[in-house]
């Protein structure tokens, strides 16, 4: 049960070697032995979304992934997306918009806006509702963080032309 | 140069940002779980009951208490002080002694040196027990009369005359489910032992002098001993006000027992089967009305099932006996209620506490009335709603004072054009034979003030440091709804400072003692009050410096935008700060608040509990599959009184909100108790609350222009936690319009809620049947 395991993987650009637990879920492994608590733990198995990271550019549940299984692999987490600067316009849209309350749920649900935005470039409200239903929020009602997201699409696009 | 007429950034009415907006979305915000264990801490979990009643014969702890990693096991024997944690009644003991009484009661807890050692040596305990029949059903605990607190009754008139002389009678009864609060952040608390007695605990609750006080009991040493602090919770919505004393106790009592630092934060499934939720209630109606709708005479019986102990349940049941009025005056009426004990978790505060309930109560009799008339719901309400100076005073004696109803419906009404989306409704009916759409609307009257005049009171403490930036304390809790936000605009406004330059602090019953709860919608009210009065009181002694250095009467000192004014002289606030440090003046004051005006007669049921009332309306629009039972709520209309809101952009998010997860509760949120009393439904797998597809696409929420509160509330506001919550009816009475059509309105649907595609399905057969035995074209 506590085989330990070796991995190597790339961690918000930076390399990282550690033993862990072949147990050990992504989500704790990210939080407990690399301190990055942005990532949240909400129901784990697998339906809150509150724990989304990202896996060589997919999004994937950071509780039903196990920290071996990420061996050689690219993660980025809220922290990292945070650093870069890739999502400052959707953190700025949900500050101004009000689609946080509690803000458990927010890295996941931004993300996952990311993921959507990256893939669509000018997603239909329907659209927008579709993608993010992966994740759930208590607070908001999910008006606000589809606004957000439809907004940060618009300003995108506005500025690709 | 005088003082400028500018307002100030972040005071009140403004639109200022939630002030963990960049925590949160940069993950930097920081919940329970994410502050790093000091060396030498342990993790818990618990054993809970896999019975629903039983005795306890015998607990077997060798196996877990020998597995890698546990440093300590707990039992009932193992509480040093009061083994009771009951809020309002002492009938609930942190652990058992001999006795389950719910499917997921914890029995022992585990400490150990990992999260997966705890939960792994919590397997290992062998518990033997002898099962008992359980009462699970409401019949049974009503017949039984088996109740968690004595029935409370409310009368007026002479109810029995009343439906024995009207025209039309009407009577059965129907049921609305419980609901999970599914709070994103599960409970949990982190208990460290300090020096000799003392015990530190970080609670995410939103009640953390019951948490000092539990904890204080079950240890069986003083308050003062005890320090509990939050500084955020992920979402709370009443299941963080007494559910959290049972992880902050049961870590308490580890950490004690250990003298080390102990986390118990539970995992989903044991959250769901351990901690309390709103209660489900049986509804039974006898009513009377004449030609038009105007109702003489209702017998009214709520029982609220309240589970295996009192914990909330009397107070959520005063609360539907006092919102089963909703808008209407009742001339006859007879309430009375029910706290049934059950062999289920315990229930608790959510979000409306009874006041969901009983508006559910009126308002589905209000339609029933309204198919037997062949009119519309709306019709029937237009004839009960409360009069202006006339026919204006609740079933429990409060004369209603502030009656802005028709305002609020007027407002709804310009914004959408009810008539003409009726009849759009009912020509898309005409041609669609599977797909049927409902329309309603739901008015809302909502009480504000607790029930118990007790917890009326905040404190705050404020401090101004000599450069001129402020700390911000009171025992308001934030959950996410914005309140710190909202009462640090408050203390902006009051200093006449940039928002940026207070800094808001965690809640510890270290710094304000005594609190109440924050519930019952008052956070802002009681409060921003508080703290408002702390701000003011330095103030008054800054102003007394600044008079004496300008040498000018203090009446002419004012502060506006960063600086303190004295005609066309000026200094900043900081260096008014500085100065007053200067010149010995104190630069920290506490607040104190008391809500006026309210009185409560437990005795009677009767008194002035609330301060004031808050209104809104909604208008709904759902549509049906009558083959699968699905449905779908396609667009909402909302218009909520916010009072002279404190801050528009947080108010609209609580009005959102509070809609759609009432939306969970009377549509998907199915809490499914098997015949053993098991919890089926205990995770989000099976339980299921609002998904962003589920919110309404067209989704418009309002709040009600130009309405100050005629009570004087912090700035004239008025609370908005639960009010919009109540405005999910209008998805309740729509599906039920939907499927009242295939009876061409003629008949109401015999449908319980949750509103599941299941029992949807049920009520759309059934009432074929029906108007096909009463000869109706379908």
């Known amino acids: 049960m506590n085989e330990m395991c070796d991995i190597s993987l790339t961690v918000n650009g930076e390399r990282v070697s550690e033993r862990v637990e072949a147990r050990k879920s992504l989500v704790d492994f990210l939080r407990d032995d690399l301190t990055l608590t942005g990532s949240h733990v909400g129901c784990e198995h697998g339906v809150c979304g509150a724990c989304t990271v990202r896996v060589n550019g997919e999004i994937v549940r950071g509780c039903l992934m196990l920290a071996v299984q990420c061996d050689g692999a690219s993660v980025e987490t809220i922290e990292g997306v945070s650093d870069s600067g890739e999502i400052a316009d959707l953190q700025e849209a949900f500050q101004k918009r009000n689609a946080l309350q509690c803000g458990f749920c927010t890295p996941g649900m931004l993300l996952t806006a990311q993921d959507l935005l990256s893939n669509d470039q000018t997603p239909s409200r329907d659209h927008i509702r579709e993608h993010i239903s992966g994740n759930y929020c208590r607070c908001t009602g999910y008006h606000a963080i589809v606004d957000a997201v439809e907004s940060v699409a618009q300003a995108r696009k506005g500025s690709r032309k | ?778």
């Open chain 2, 1 to 778: 140069m005088s003082a400028p007429l500018a307002r100030v950034p972040g005071g009140i009415h403004a639109s200022v940002r939630h002030d963990s907006a960049a925590g949160h979305v940069s993950g930097s915000a920081l919940y329970l779980d994410d502050i790093p264990n000091v060396p030498g801490s342990l993790e818990a979990a618990l054993v809970l009951s896999p019975h629903a009643h039983a005795r306890i014969k015998a607990i077997d702890l060798t196996a877990a208490l020998a597995a890698p990693g546990v440093v300590a096991a707990i039992l009932a024997k193992d509480i040093p002080g009061k083994n009771d944690i009951g809020p309002i009644r002492p009938d609930e003991p942190l652990l058992p002694t001999d006795m389950v009484e719910y499917d997921g009661q914890p029995v022992a807890a585990i400490a150990a040196g990992t999260l997966d050692q705890a939960r792994a040596a919590a397997k290992l305990v062998r518990v033997d027990y002898e099962p008992l029949a359980p009462v699970l059903s409401l019949d049974e605990a009503i017949e039984r009369e088996q109740f968690v607190a004595p029935p409370q009754i409310m009368t007026r008139g002479d109810v029995d005359a009343a439906l024995k002389t009207a025209a039309h009678r009407l009577s059965g009864e129907f049921n609305c489910g419980g609901q999970d609060h599914f709070y994103l952040e599960g409970q949990i608390a982190i208990a460290t032992p300090g020096e000799g007695r003392e015990m530190h605990v970080f609670s995410s609750t939103q009640h953390p002098t019951e948490i000092q006080h539990g904890v204080a009991h079950l240890l069986g040493i003083p308050f003062n001993a005890v320090t509990c602090e939050v500084r955020r919770m992920g979402g709370g919505f009443g299941g963080k006000e007494s559910q959290a004393t049972m992880i902050a106790g049961i870590a308490a009592v580890l950490a004690w027992k250990t003298r080390r630092p102990v986390k118990l934060r539970l995992p989903r499934d044991d959250d769901m089967r351990a901690t309390g939720k709103r209660h489900p209630f049986l509804i039974r109606y006898e009513v009377s009305f004449d030609d038009g709708g105007l109702i003489d005479g209702l017998d009214l019986m709520l029982a609220a099932n309240g589970g295996n102990v009192a914990d909330h349940t009397p107070a959520v049941l005063t609360r539907a006996l006092c919102h089963s009025d909703n808008c209407y005056w009742l001339p006859n009426l007879r309430f009375r209620g029910y706290a049934c004990k059950t062999n289920i978790v315990s229930n608790t505060a959510f979000r409306g506490y009874g006041g969901p309930q009983g508006m559910f109560a009126i308002e589905t009799i209000i339609e029933m009335i309204a198919r037997h008339l062949s009119t519309s719901p709306e019709a029937v309400r237009e004839r009960n709603f409360y009069g202006i100076g006339r026919n204006d005073v609740t079933p429990y004696g409060m004369k209603v004072e502030d009656n802005i109803i028709a305002r609020v419906l007027e407002e709804l009404d310009r914004n959408v054009d009810l008539a003409r989306w009726r009849e759009e409704i009912v020509a898309f009916n005409r041609q669609s034979t599977i797909i049927k759409k409902g329309l309603a609307t739901m008015p809302v009257k909502f009480g504000i003030s607790f029930n118990r005049p007790a917890l009326n009171q905040a404190g705050a403490l404020v401090h101004v440091y000599t450069d001129g930036s402020v700390t911000l304390n009171h025992g308001g809790t934030e959950m996410g709804q914005g309140l710190f936000i909202k009462v640090a605009q408050v203390v902006a406004e009051a200093f006449q400072i940039d928002i940026d330059n207070i800094r808001i602090t965690a809640t510890t019953t270290a710094k304000v003692p005594n609190t109440s709860p924050t519930a019952a919608s008052s956070g802002s009210d009681l409060n921003g009050m508080a703290a408002l009065n702390a701000a003011e009181r330095i103030k008054a002694r800054m102003t007394d410096v600044a008079a004496e250095q300008f040498n000018i009467p203090a009446g002419e000192i004012v502060f506006q935008q960063n600086r303190v004014y004295a005609g066309n002289r000026s200094m900043s606030f900081a260096e008014l700060a500085a100065l007053s440090w200067e010149k010995r003046v104190s630069l920290s004051a506490t607040g104190y608040y008391r809500t006026p005006k309210i009185h409560w007669d437990f005795a009677t049921n009767s008194g002035r509990p609330f301060y004031y009332f808050t209104y809104g309306a909604a208008a709904a629009e759902v549509a049906i599959d009558t083959l699968t039972g699905e449905s779908r709520v396609l667009r909402a209309e909302l218009v909520q009184d916010c009072g002279q809101s404190l801050n528009p952009a947080i108010d609209l998010g609580q009005i959102e909100g509070a809609f759609v997860q009432g939306m969970g509760w009377l549509t998907t949120e199915e809490l499914f108790w098997d015949e053993k009393g098991r919890l089926r439904t205990h995770g989000p797998s099976t339980y299921k609350i609002p998904g962003s597809r589920d919110a309404p696409p067209v989704f418009n929420a309002r709040i009600l222009p130009d309405a100050p509160n005629r009570e004087e509330t912090v700035f004239r506001s008025k609370a908005v936690g639960e009010p919009p919550l109540m405005l999910a009816l209008s998805v309740w009475l729509a599906i039920r319009d939907a499927i009242s059509s295939l009876s061409d309105y003629r008949l109401a649907a015999k449908l319980d809620a949750p509103a599941t595609p299941e029992r949807v399905l049920e009520a759309v057969d059934e009432i074929r049947a029906r108007a096909a035995g009463s000869g109706s074209a379908i």
